[in-house]
């Protein structure tokens, strides 16, 4: 066993990459430093959540008449204020902020873009279920955009990021990311004594096809006919192929993805008819589908609206909603045929 002290720090690790990337400079790592400042007290919070009166709506008062702050608001909020002063940001996207965060005139600016849904999973706060912070970066599309950074700067494809990653505040604490181009995604898990971000998952390669399959079954009556056909597969399967699939959803986004990515498997959030207003399901394009995309094509997995690659849609607006279907290549496939009508139940 790895004695404590003997760790790869995720400073190292970031610093090492730098290193082998000509590329690469030093305002990457000290974006990506601060991040992991800001992950470190949202941590700091989600545990002790359940000792301290931080729950509840925002405006409530709490027992010491101090304004009660939702967790969700608050982690917006925590990395709001240490990436905008560092300098190398040109703007930010938050799933808590309707429009895009500018950086205040007081501020140097930067040539990155960092979208990030604060704490996802929000359902799950209140009753102790891990939940996470999910994080892709992109590069300004171009110097001459002028000085004050417009929608169109952030609205661009998830092939285009240059690292994405989540924490998980679980049972420990977990950073996962990948700088793309076969630099690996590598998870790290925080080691509270130390304060410190460890090495301890290295270079994740998702299994090809995996055994686990997680969707929202309670939504079965509001999805479509191919969607139906594509979930009664995964629940047949054993009988009909001899590979059986077995049901897991937590319905934290980061936990299901994390336990997927590391067991192989599908995560399902499908197109459904249950609010007219998003016919493409719940999750969001630019916080939580891109990022977790490019992790898992990182990894040797796949990510999917169910008709192609995630990380080639042309994104229209910040907020965008997008089916997804994410994990193992051969299981994403599979749900890629069902969906786009190429393979029925029976065939
Ligand atoms: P949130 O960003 O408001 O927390 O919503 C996203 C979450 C995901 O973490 C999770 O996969 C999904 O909502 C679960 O939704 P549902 O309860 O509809 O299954
Ligand atoms: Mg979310």
Redesign the pocket.
Known sequence: MQRQGAGITITQHILKQQRENPVATGAFTTLLNELIVAAKVISREVNKAGLVDILGSTGKINVQEEKVQKLDVFSNQIIIERMQHIGQLWCMGS?EDPDLIDIPPRFPKGDYILVF?PL????NIDVNVSIGTIFGIYKRKSISSGSEPLLDDILQPGINQVAAGYFIYGSSTIMVYTTGKNTGVHGFTLFPSLGEFLLSHESIRIPEQGKIYSV?EG?HSYWDEKTRALVNHFKNSGKKTGHSYTARYV????A?FHRNLLKGGIFM?PADSKDPKKPTG??RLMV?ANPLAMVIKEAGGYASDGHGPILDIDPTELHQRVPLYIGSKKDVELAEAFISGKRTESS
Request: hydrophobic content about 20%; overall charge negative.
């Open positions: 799933e849904d996802d999973g929000s359902s929202n939504y319905g934290s986004l980061v299901d959030y719940k999750l939580e």
